[in-house]
C-alpha cells in the first residue's frame, strides 16, 4: 500500500510488526507471535498472582497485579485491531488517496506537510516516552536486585510462576533480557496504536481545513454571483468523505477506548491502594518510583484519547463557522440554501465516543484525573 506522507516510517515499521499493514507477507506470523507471547505471559503471570495470594505482601502482589492488567489492555487492543483489520486497511487508503488529491496547490500541500509533521512529532514522542517509562522501571527493578543481599530476594520484571529456577546465574540475566525485550515491544505497541489515531485525527484536521478555504474562496465580495455545480458538489462530497473517515475512526477506536478506560479504573485501585500502604515501609523510594511510572503511563494514555476527541470535535465547528464567514448572503437564493444546509450539518459535531457511551474529551480526562487523586487522598488518610 502506498502511503507517502500519510504515515509516519516508524509508525509503518511497528505496524508491520504488530501484524496491522495491508500486504505485509509476515502478517500472519507476527500476529502468532503476539499471541503466543501474550498468553504465556498472562498465564504464568496469573499463576503467580494466585499462588503467591496469601503469602505475598499485598503491594507487591497489586504491582504484579497492574503488569498483568497492562498485558492483557495492550493484547485486548491488539485483537480488535485485528478483527476491524478491514477498517484500519480503508482508513490508510483513504490517507493515501488524500496525499495524492491534495497536493494540487502549494497552500493543500502545505497544509498536508504540517499535519503530517505534527503526526510524526507525536509518534515519534509517545514510542520514546512509553519506551523510556519502561527502561525507567527496569532500571529500578535492577537497582533493587544489586542492592539485595540475598540472590533469592531478586525480582523479575514481570513476575511468573516460571517452571524452573530463575535465581540461578545466567538464567535470571536471561529472563530478565527476555522480559525487558518482551516490555520494550509491548511498550511500543501501545505507542504506535495510539500515536496512530493522533496521526488519523491530524489527517482529518487537515482535510477539515483545505474544505474551509473552498468556502471562504467560492464567493466573490461585491457581487451577485451563481456558484458552479462541480464546485458545490466538489464541496459537499468532500463534507460527507470528512465525516464518514471520522466515522470510521470512531468505529476503530471506540471500543479501544471502552476497555483502556475500564483497565485504567482497575490500575488507579491499584496503584492507589499500593501508594498508601506502602508509606512507611522498608524500600518505599522504589515503591514510589514504579507506582508514579505506572500512574504517568495510564494518565498519559488517557489524555491522548482525550486530546484526539477534543481535537477531533473543536476542528469540526470550524467548517460551519467558516461557511457562515463567507458571503454567502452575496449569492443568489439557491445556492444560499446550499450553504445553509451545510452550516446545519456541521453542528453535529464530528466525535470519538467510550464504548457509544460518553464522548472524549479534555473534560471527561479532567473528571478522570479528579477523581483518582481523590481515591488516592482517601486511600491516604485511611491507612
Known amino acids: 500500500m502506498e502511503t507517502?506522507?500519510?504515515?509516519?516510517?516508524?509508525?509503518?515499521?511497528?505496524?508491520?510488526?504488530?501484524?496491522?499493514?495491508?500486504g505485509s507477507p509476515y502478517a500472519p506470523f507476527c500476529k502468532l507471535y503476539w499471541t503466543f507471547s501474550?498468553?504465556?505471559?498472562?498465564?504464568?503471570?496469573?499463576?503467580?498472582?494466585?499462588?503467591y495470594l496469601q503469602d505475598t505482601d499485598l503491594p507487591e502482589l497489586m504491582e504484579t497485579f497492574s503488569v498483568f492488567v497492562v498485558n492483557i489492555l495492550v493484547f485486548c487492543k491488539l485483537v480488535i485491531f485485528w478483527l476491524n483489520q478491514r477498517t484500519l486497511d480503508e482508513l490508510l487508503a483513504i490517507m493515501a488517496m488524500d496525499w495524492k488529491k491534495n497536493i494540487d496547490t502549494d497552500l493543500n500541500a502545505h497544509i498536508m506537510a504540517k499535519k503530517a509533521n505534527l503526526s510524526?512529532?507525536?509518534s515519534n514522542t509517545l514510542v520514546?516516552?512509553?519506551?523510556?517509562s519502561v527502561l525507567a522501571y527496569s532500571i529500578v527493578i535492577l537497582a533493587t536486585n544489586i542492592f539485595s543481599n540475598e540472590s533469592s530476594e531478586r525480582s523479575l520484571l514481570i513476575k511468573m510462576n516460571l517452571p524452573f529456577d530463575s535465581n540461578r546465574q545466567f538464567v535470571h540475566e536471561f529472563v530478565m533480557l527476555n522480559q525487558l525485550f518482551q516490555l520494550l515491544m509491548l511498550a511500543s505497541a501501545d505507542a504506535i496504536l495510539n500515536a496512530l489515531l493522533i496521526t488519523m485525527v491530524l489527517h482529518a484536521s487537515g482535510q477539515i481545513k483545505i474544505l474551509c478555504g473552498w468556502l471562504i474562496k467560492i464567493f466573490p465580495k461585491k457581487e451577485k454571483y451563481n456558484l458552479q455545480i462541480t464546485m458545490v458538489e466538489k464541496i459537499i462530497t468532500r463534507h460527507q468523505d470528512i465525516i464518514a473517515f471520522s466515522k470510521k475512526i470512531e468505529k476503530l477506536y471506540s471500543y479501544i477506548a471502552l476497555v483502556q478506560f475500564l483497565s485504567d479504573t482497575l490500575l488507579i485501585c491499584g496503584l492507589g491502594f499500593i501508594l498508601a500502604t506502602s508509606i512507611g515501609k522498608p524500600n518505599t523510594w522504589v515503591?514510589?518510583?514504579k507506582t508514579c511510572l505506572f500512574y504517568f503511563?495510564?494518565?498519559?494514555?488517557?489524555?491522548?484519547?482525550?486530546?484526539?476527541?477534543?481535537?477531533?470535535?473543536?476542528?469540526?465547528?470550524?467548517?460551519?463557522?467558516?461557511?457562515?464567514?463567507?458571503?454567502?448572503?452575496?449569492?443568489?437564493s439557491k445556492d444560499t440554501q446550499i450553504i445553509l444546509f451545510l452550516i446545519m450539518r456541521s453542528q453535529n459535531q464530528l466525535t470519538i465516543t467510550i464504548g457509544k457511551i460518553t464522548d472524549m474529551s479534555l473534560k471527561r480526562f479532567s473528571d478522570i484525573v479528579k477523581a483518582s487523586a481523590s481515591y488516592i487522598s482517601v486511600l491516604l488518610a485511611m491507612y
Open 4 to 22: 507517502i506522507g500519510a504515515i509516519n516510517r516508524s509508525v509503518e515499521i511497528l505496524l508491520r510488526i504488530c501484524g496491522l499493514w495491508t
Open 38 to 51: 501474550f498468553s504465556i505471559t498472562i498465564i504464568l503471570s496469573f499463576q503467580y498472582i494466585i499462588k
Open 120 to 122: 510524526r512529532y507525536f
Open 128 to 132: 520514546v516516552i512509553y519506551s523510556g
Open 287 to 289: 515503591i514510589l518510583i
Open 297 to 332: 503511563s495510564m494518565n498519559l494514555e488517557a489524555f491522548t484519547f482525550c486530546f484526539a476527541g477534543e481535537y477531533l470535535s473543536t476542528e469540526s465547528k470550524i467548517i460551519g463557522d467558516a461557511a457562515y464567514n463567507s458571503l454567502w448572503y452575496e449569492s443568489t
